[in-house]
């Protein structure tokens, strides 16, 4: 049921790159997992609504009034490669494609 | 004096008369856990610096008589997945390694200013995925009640670290059963609290609708002080509760008279050792000699839970997870021609092997032409568990069952496969879908020693029940005290 096609495609989804032996065995521990939970196949359920939520159903508002912040040398004091404040990463968009 | 053997509440009480100074307990605790925890390896971060640092504010704060709570000056350690300002929470994931939160979660905020001493952070599973701590980067944790054995999981760090006596109680988080299980397999005390109760602030997400925060600890009456103060509206997570907190030690009376506890048919076919399903049943008899009214009912539906869960769980952690993209924080991938590349290879290396696992069954269940047929299903069928629940609790103020189906499992013999360690969660898992409270005590052995937890579910809000009749039980069967 999960051929190659789909672990790709999941795989692209999930943002993962693993290596083949990695996807094979991925493929037949899904394969179990999707086996097991087939078993939701025997209860009927098309006159029961979906439940994402238990206790809340509405969304919660604030006043729009300013608060301090987290310290930002603090927070961007985890990013692997900054500059100043500022997060960096590689260039998003080609240069010379333009024409 | 061994402090080491007092409760959380009566080393606290030591405190407050000032019988025992708080640098001193601080000072005993981080030594012990030195030359202990290697045995154990229930710490990922020992914060010496910092607990001494606050034992003397502390103590300063009780000399005042500005800080005069149960718990002030006690040690404590929570589980890496909690964030604490400064203190490396690393979610015991490669990808998280070094992160330090510029924030503390809301429970530390609460436990902070009543006057609890951090020790530490406590390992666990990666990003709390797991029932045995194994897939922690930093290596299994060990049960001290058998070395050779694993603590369960995925708060098998904090279950730990308070049988060890390394510390006197603990924040554990339970998703799926992450903190009654561990607590099962160590013969410690548990509460996860009713969905909203505690703030999620802070707390590393994992399955958003599930996730709570909860103590770990030696007896009901220490979970029970923990609970008051980690408990209560927060404006900051939106899912938090204002229904009213009340005091949990108020709780702690003893007596089950007139209480209706159920007893659902269908856990106890399925199959469980019969060492546990003896001990639970056994458990149930004493409940019923100190005047509570016990019977069997049928609880129907449950026996999709697992599935149920896993379906859920997973989509919503596939979402949460994708916040980790190697820049704004956590491990990053070097030498990366643009920024897909970054991204997956981040990912790829930053995760382990069960949380690659359930984010890409987290995508799968969620993805176009599966959607309908497994998450929104699962959806339907926790709806469904939940009116089981509801009809129950219009009977019952307590169902009994197992917190487990066996006792504390051998290092290494579960992660090879994934659906019999899940399907372990079947007595756990329904508190989650259905935002119920549970609590975990031991009430009993096996033969070969190991310790039996009880799981108690009480009604939404409905914790006091939990605390009543665990304290009760407790104070009859003194399983605790027998041990230590």
């Given at each position: 049921m999960i051929d190659d096609k789909t672990i790709n495609h999941i795989s692209r989804l999930s943002r993962l790159n693993m290596n083949r032996a990695e996807k094979e065995k991925l493929k037949k521990d899904m394969e179990d997992i999707i086996n097991y939970i087939?078993?939701?196949?025997?209860i009927e359920v098309t006159e029961t609504e979906p439940l994402?939520?238990?206790?809340?159903?509405s969304n919660v508002f604030r006043e729009d009034v300013k608060k301090e912040s987290q310290p930002v040398k603090a927070v961007v004091a985890n990013a692997e490669e900054r500059t100043e404040n500022y997060f960096k990463v590689p260039r998003t968009i080609e240069a010379g494609n333009g024409k | 004096m061994n402090i080491f053997n007092m409760t959380a509440l009566q080393l606290g009480e030591k405190i407050n008369k000032r019988e025992i100074g708080v640098l001193e307990a601080v000072k005993e605790a981080v030594k012990y856990i030195k030359d202990t925890d290697k045995k154990y390896?229930?710490?990922?971060?020992?914060?010496e610096e910092e607990a001494l640092g606050r034992a003397e504010d502390v103590q300063k704060k009780i000399n005042e008589g500005k800080l005069n709570g149960p718990l002030a000056g006690v040690p404590m350690a929570v589980k890496d997945n909690i964030c604490t300002s400064g203190i490396k929470t690393t979610c015991a994931s490669k990808m998280l390694e070094n992160f330090i939160p510029a924030y503390n979660a809301e429970a530390i905020e609460r436990l902070y200013n009543a006057g609890a001493i951090l020790l530490g952070k406590l390992n666990m599973d990666e990003f709390a995925?797991?029932?045995?701590?194994?897939?922690?980067f930093f290596g299994a944790v060990k049960n001290?009640?058998?070395?050779?054995?694993s603590p369960g999981g995925s708060s098998g760090g904090p279950a730990a670290a308070v049988a060890s006596n390394e510390i006197w109680y603990s924040l554990g988080s339970d998703t799926g059963g992450s903190i009654r299980q561990p607590c099962s397999f160590t013969g410690t005390t548990g509460i996860k609290p009713t969905?909203?109760?505690?703030?999620?602030?802070?707390?590393?997400?994992?399955?958003s609708s599930f996730d709570q925060i909860g103590p770990i600890a030696k007896n009901v009456s220490d979970c029970a002080a923990v609970l008051n103060v980690i408990s209560g509206y927060d404006?900051?997570?939106?899912?938090s509760s204002k229904s009213e907190k009340g005091d949990?030690?108020?709780?702690?009376?003893y007596g089950v008279e007139n209480m209706k506890i159920g007893i659902p048919r269908e856990y106890f076919e399925e199959s469980m050792d019969q060492e546990v399903k003896d001990a639970v049943l056994n458990a149930a008899k004493q409940f019923e000699i100190m005047g509570a009214r016990v019977e069997e009912f049928s609880l129907e539906a449950v026996k999709y839970a697992v599935p149920a869960y896993y379906i859920i769980a997973s989509a919503e952690a596939s979402s949460n997870l994708s916040?980790?993209?190697?820049?704004?924080?956590g491990y990053r991938a070097e030498n990366c021609k643009n920024i897909s590349e970054l991204y997956e290879r981040s990912r790829t290396d930053g995760f382990g092997e069960e949380v690659k696992r359930r984010i890409m069954l987290g995508n799968f269940v969620l993805s176009s032409g599966y959607y309908d047929a497994y998450y929104n299903k699962a959806l339907r069928v926790r709806n469904i568990i939940k009116r089981s629940f509801d009809k129950a609790f219009e009977k019952y103020d307590i169902i009994l069952s197992p917190?487990?189906?066996?006792?504390a499992l051998k290092l290494?013999?579960?992660?090879?496969?994934p659906v019999k360690m899940y399907s372990g969660d079947i007595f756990t898992v329904s508190a989650n879908l259905t935002g119920l409270p549970g609590m975990t005590l031991p009430c009993g052995r096996d033969t070969a020693g190991l310790p039996i937890g009880l799981q108690l579910i009480g009604p939404a809000w409905k914790e006091s029940n939990l605390i009543r009749a665990g304290y009760t039980f407790e104070s009859w069967s003194g399983y605790r005290e027998a041990k230590r």
């Open positions: 087939g078993i939701l196949n025997e994402p939520y238990i206790f809340s159903t | 390896n229930a710490f990922i971060t020992v914060c995925m797991g029932s045995t701590s194994e897939t922690s001290p009640e058998d070395t050779g054995r969905y909203g109760r505690v703030s999620r602030y802070g707390l590393i997400a994992y399955a404006e900051k997570d939106g899912t949990f030690l108020k709780n702690l009376v916040r980790y993209d190697g820049i704004k924080y917190t487990a189906p066996e006792t290494g013999e579960s992660l090879s496969d």
